[in-house]
Structure formats: C-alpha cells, structure tokens
C-alpha cells in the first residue's frame, strides 16, 4: 500500500495546527508544510466534511483544530483522504477475487491478518503519538551525537 500525496499533505495539514491557540491562515500552513496553496483548498474541503477541522473567513481567518492530534489516527486521515486503505483488493467489503476464492483463499487470510496487524499496530496511532516519537527519536540522536562528540 502506498498512500498518495494529498494524503500525506493532509497528515502535515493537521499537524501543522497544533500548537496554534487560533486558526492558521493557508499561506502561512503553505509554507510551513510545503503545501501547494491549491492542495491546501482540496484537503481542508475533505478535513472540514468529515470534521477533524474547522475555518474562519476574513482577514483573521484561517483553519483550526476541531480535535485534538490525540484523538486523531492515523488510519482516521487515510480513510478519510484514501479510495482504500485495504492491502488487498480482496479485503474490500464486496470481497473481489478472480478466483472466486474468498472464502477458502490461503492468501487472502494470510492478507486479513496482515491488515489487521496493519490497523491494530501502526495504524491505530494518533497523529499526537506520532509527533511525539519522533521528537523522542530526535533528542534521543542528538544526546547520542553529544555522547560521541
């Protein structure tokens, strides 16, 4: 599986609005996250339908948080931005297979399994977790860095 642009773009989005206590303007979300201004009008439209942000017009306007990063997942955004976050075709409600397999198919259980693992395991972290591990994982290289300096 691999996620496409306005996906990732989205995760930055909703990163982006954190820490502000007031909305972000777009130029300024555009910059920070390297959005192109365009995508940025595409994804809010999607991320204000299913209500993880809001936005205000006018020169004090911009976008907010309408939930805090620890109680958005991961899997959250993808379904949100994704046709499909299934790793096989034959995972998806209507159970399309070629062979007419589904239900016997070695393969497509092996696949169930390994989406399930997928969901439960990495999918499942809020993008706060996310956010976290990663600035856990930056002190923890630089205090190394500082060890063997």
Known sequence: MQLNLTTDYAIRFLI???KPSGAVCGPIIAEKTK???????????????????????????????????????LLEVIS?????????????????????????CPIRKYYARLQEELETKWLSKTLAEIVNLAAAEEIGNSSREEMII
């Open 16 to 18: 982006c609005l954190e």
């Open 80 to 104: 949100i931005m994704e046709p499909s976050s299934k790793w096989n075709r034959c995972l998806e409600e209507e159970g399309f297979c070629t062979r007419k397999a589904v239900m016997s």
């Open 35 to 73: 959005i192109p201004p365009k995508y940025l009008l595409k994804i809010s439209a999607k991320l204000r339908k299913a209500g993880m942000i809001g936005s205000l017009a006018g020169s004090q306007g911009g976008y907010y948080l309408l939930r805090p990063l620890d109680q958005i997942t």
